[in-house]
């Protein structure tokens, strides 16, 4: 499958020094969500900042839609919605002025049609002839988004989309990008929530210190890290791990009172029927179990504790 | 040439000028009214006439001179600051529109509010005293240079400052200054040598002279020196915005 934007070797040190992108590899396929990871200054808006046209690359080379960022920025800036971390807007211009003003600043015929079936999607329909300083924070997000879709872009990047923002504003917005997927186009986010790049990601990419650590499937990535655990709480406590249990990967804690049991839970044979059965053989007895999956942010969290 | 994006920005400009027309267009009238009573109607009365010209109507171009600087240059550097004080120059920058057309967009609006402002201070002047415009080509040419000219003045500096008192430092420390002791009000030959001579070094002498040879067929300095003087100020300003959009001054990481 054709990336629709390929970065290779992508540099950017800022005038102070500060190496904020070292080298950055990353394809982005065509029409999907691509989440992409990372603590406080790892570089992600630079990494998005760059592509959009906004931060001068030291080295390296972007190309999107086949186009270089730099000689052919027109075609290319032309593909690209960016909904800006921080809510950056105007004042006095009302909300129709505004997202108006967008579509025709990318160069674009008026379309009134299609401004207002964007509104509409966003819930700002009834707001079109509000002043932009009397919204809402959430309405200001939504707005931002609004003025990014106005050019039809068929790239969109979400830095932070969902920061500050109520549990259902995050869903209207996650229902208005699974329906820009469905229309085929290419979603690259940033987030800190690290359970939304879960649940719409489809693959994910982690950048730290300015470096990307890793591009996985996100499921793939779940079921290459993701082990599960199986916590029994003992009634009586144990020594040691009897002998007929040393096939099991167990592990004794809280002073043997807590036997763990790492398993993956993809395969078909867990193992678990086996250890039930073993257990009450040997007469153990729980009073209590929990299992446990590990979540991206444990893998996240992992991977950016090997790095640095 | 991206004729809706640049467009797009004219159009946003002129509709700030229109939801601030008080503070664009009758506040600048209402200033050069005061500024016929107090020097036309108080002062002129003992002055009479300069170099043949009644005062009232002498000080014409210099007060439009004096507006179209400073109505160019606040237009402009506001009109380019005020993004990147927001933060809604991302919006700009990652358009598909190059520096050019974003200067375009705002130079154009700028310049256009200047000039409006300017004929209504014409228009009102007409009111106060009696206005003959013996070369009407050549004011025109002022006229539109002058705006076009200090529009991109105004740009410049509006790319420059990092702060809002950057924004009123250079029309309040220089500009209005250099308007006021070029001879706005009056004549250099009214001047002791030695200032005459001073007067000679403010380049903005030169463009009222011309701009009121064009309406009295009186001027300080020979009319093509002032037209000389103007293309030069406008071939800098040119060279600088280019400079600025070569090198990212100020505005691209």
């Known amino acids: 499958m054709d990336p629709v934007i390929s970065i290779q070797s992508l540099e950017k040190t800022y005038d102070n020094g500060f190496e904020a992108l070292k080298k950055v590899e990353l394809e982005v396929i065509s029409g999907e969500i691509l989440a992409l990871l990372g603590p406080n200054g790892a570089g992600k808006t630079t990494l998005i900042s760059t592509v959009c046209g906004i931060v001068n690359p030291t080295g390296g080379k972007v190309t999107v839609g086949g186009y270089d960022i730099i000689h052919d920025y027109r075609k290319t800036r032309q593909m690209i919605g960016l909904v800006p971390q921080e809510l950056h807007t105007e004042s006095f211009e009302t909300v129709w002025a505004t997202v108006n003003f967008s579509r025709g600043l990318f160069g674009l015929k008026p379309n009134p049609e299609y401004i207002e079936g964007i509104l509409k999607d966003l819930s700002l329909w009834d707001k079109k002839d509000t002043k932009i300083m009397q919204l809402s924070g959430g309405m200001k997000r939504r707005l931002l988004i609004a003025k990014a879709l106005s050019h039809e872009p068929t790239v969109l990047f979400l830095d932070e989309p969902t920061a500050g923002v109520d549990v259902e504003l995050r869903q209207d917005m996650w229902r208005v990008v699974e329906k820009l997927r469905q229309n085929g186009v290419t979603i690259i986010l940033t987030t800190h929530y690290i359970e939304e790049a879960e649940e719409i990601a489809d693959r994910i990419a982690i950048i730290n210190n300015g470096r990307i650590e890793l591009v996985e499937r996100k499921d793939e990535l779940m079921r290459k890290l993701g082990r599960k655990q199986l916590t029994l709480e003992l009634r009586e406590p144990l020594q040691s791990i009897p002998d007929n249990l040393a096939d099991f990967n167990l592990e004794l804690q809280a002073e043997g009172s807590r036997l763990v049991y790492d398993y993956d839970a993809t395969q078909s044979h867990t193992g678990i029927a086996g250890l039930m059965q073993a257990l009450s053989e040997q007469g153990i007895a729980f009073k209590d179990l929990a299992t446990r999956q590990s979540s991206l942010e444990d893998i996240f969290i992992d991977l950016i504790k090997e790095s640095s | ?253």
């Open chain 2, 1 to 253: 040439m991206n004729r809706h994006s640049v467009s797009a920005i004219y159009r946003f400009e002129m509709a700030r000028t229109r939801r601030t027309i008080l503070q664009s267009i009758v506040s600048p009238v209402i200033s050069t009214s005061l500024y016929f009573v107090v020097f036309g109607a108080a002062i002129g009365s003992r002055i009479t006439s300069v170099e043949g010209v009644s005062y009232g109507a002498f000080i014409v171009p210099g007060l439009m001179i004096l507006s179209l600087m400073t109505q160019s240059i606040s237009n402009a550097s506001f009109g380019i600051y005020f993004p990147k004080f927001t933060g809604t120059i991302y919006e700009l920058l990652s358009a598909p529109v190059s520096f050019f057309e974003i200067m375009l967009g705002y130079v154009g609006a700028a310049a256009t509010k200047a000039i409006i402002v300017g004929s209504i201070i014409l228009i009102t002047a007409a009111f106060f005293v009696d206005l003959t415009i013996m070369h009407p080509f050549s004011m025109l040419v002022f006229f539109i240079l002058t705006a076009v000219t200090f529009s991109l003045f105004g740009f410049i500096i509006g790319i420059w400052a990092d702060n809002f008192e950057k924004l009123q430092l250079i029309p309040l420390l220089i500009v209005t200054p250099l308007v006021f002791l070029g001879g706005s009000f009056y004549s250099i030959s009214m001047l002791p040598d030695l200032w005459q001579k001073i007067t000679l070094l403010n380049p903005v002498l030169y463009l009222i002279s011309g701009f009121r040879w064009s309406f009295y067929g009186v001027s300080d300095v020979n009319v093509w020196v002032s037209f000389a003087m103007i293309i030069g100020f406008l071939v800098i300003c040119s060279y600088v915005v280019w400079w600025i959009f070569k090198t990212g001054y100020q505005i691209r990481e």
